[in-house]
């Protein structure tokens, strides 16, 4: 079930959404996902309402779960893991199984059926596995200590397991962003795109993390942001995130980033990753290639930020990245409003490759790599 514990409308959201977490974290911050115990619920931003509203919305069941992921009412690589396993969580719990083996194929069915919702990114797959792992663990400590397993407790290790992933979430994007301050420098007009801040993740942000760190140091630079069509990450979340920051922020058309670029308007390009293969091609939101391309072209830094967890080894190379392809009407009547003719034939891929030698860093929580990327980031999927 899903349904509203608190609607706000205006520009002060920031502050209203917030748990109130200052002091070392830095300034408020937006917390996208959240369990709340006491109602067995988790709590979500509706991030399909922003900028103009802020929506919580309650999930209570699988279903209603894979609905928020596949609608991007929860959207990032991270945020998506997150939701993931506690998706898998409220497929498994409060059903009555007549035995472990009964809990264990009705999990396998729940782990496929959340992994398959949105599959280019890898933390999906990354989370559900994680927490099936977890619960089979469990069951294998009860066997060592000769007792049967509970199953209740087998969906409680889930359910712990998930919430563990919202700490070393904040945990690893702080680090990120740490990482990746060193690389803003004092003045810097930096281009981003889609939406890699608190609302991608757990409340930090990978690409976003580094700014805001930055502006911890008390650097001072200017964020211009493309507006990410057709759903406009960038302009509906990046910008309002970055406002209530205090970062000087500006928002332009995916389109006009070339025409900045060869004005000088721009000293480097930083955004985050949905997946990253062995040899360093990045796959992320459509239109990061074209900005790699023109970044080359221009002579300016690309700069990736992600989480190990994004880093996929097993593959060899970006090609072998599959790439969600999303409704056409997102792009026929964007919003509402009908804006190219009926019939029309629509190509609309959710993300794009970009080769490794386009790619500058990859900054992780582990530190900063370079290339040559294949045997940099088996090294850091090594510490």
């Known amino acids: 079930m899903m349904g509203n514990t608190e609607t706000r409308k205006g520009v002060d959201l920031l502050s209203a959404a917030s748990s109130g977490r200052k002091g070392n974290d830095g300034p408020v911050r937006l917390v996208p996902i959240a369990w709340d115990d006491i109602k067995r619920v988790v709590r979500l931003i509706d991030q399909t ?40 969580y409220l497929g498994v719990a409060g059903r009555n199984f ?9 999990l396998d069915g729940v782990c496929s059926e959340v992994a398959c919702v949105r599959p280019t990114a890898v933390n999906l ?15 294998d400590a009860a066997r060592v200590r000769g007792e ?62 580094a700014l805001y760190i930055a502006k911890e140091q008390g650097k001072e630079f200017k964020v211009w942001v493309d507006e990410t069509r057709p759903l406009l990450q960038g302009s509906r979340l990046t910008a309002f995130e970055l406002m209530e920051a205090g970062i000087d922020v500006t928002v332009i058309c995916d389109n006009m980033a070339a025409s900045l670029m060869g004005r000088g308007e721009i000293d480097l390009v930083i955004l985050g990753a949905d997946r ?23 002579g300016i830094p690309f700069f990736v ?31 509402g409003r ?22 500058s860093a990859i900054i992780t929580e582990r530190g900063i790599v370079r290339p040559p990327y294949g045997p940099g980031l088996a090294a850091i999927m090594r510490d």
């Open 125 to 139: 797959s990354w989370a559900v596995e994680r927490v099936k792992r977890v619960a089979r663990e469990a069951a």
């Open 305 to 335: 930020a992600c989480p190990t967890s994004t880093l996929d080894l097993s593959l060899a190379s970006g090609a072998e990245i599959p790439i969600e392809e999303r409704n056409p009407r997102e792009v026929t009547h964007g919003f």
């Open 338 to 359: 009908q804006t190219a003719p009926c019939g029309v034939g629509v190509y609309n891929p959710a993300f794009d490759v970009t080769p490794h030698h386009l790619v």
């Open 276 to 298: 990253v293969a062995a040899n360093g091609d990045v796959c992320n939101k459509i239109g990061t290639y074209g900005l790699a391309c023109l970044a080359k072209m221009h």
């Open 148 to 209: 049967r397993a509970d199953l209740e407790d087998l969906a409680e290790a889930i359910l712990n397991e998930a919430i563990m992933m919202i700490d070393e979430d904040n945990r690893v994007c702080r680090a990120m962003g740490e990482h990746g301050a060193i690389l803003i420098p004092e003045g810097a007009s930096v281009l981003t795109h889609c939406n890699a801040g608190a609302l991608a993740t757990a409340g930090w942000g990978t690409a976003l993390a």
């Open 98 to 106: 007549s035995s472990e083996e009964e809990f264990f194929e009705a």
């Open 49 to 88: 309402l922003l900028p103009t509203e802020l929506k919580y919305i309650e999930i209570s069941a699988m279903d209603a779960m894979c609905e928020a992921i596949a609608k991007l009412r929860v959207r990032g690589a991270p945020a998506i893991g997150i939701a993931g396993a506690f998706g898998v």
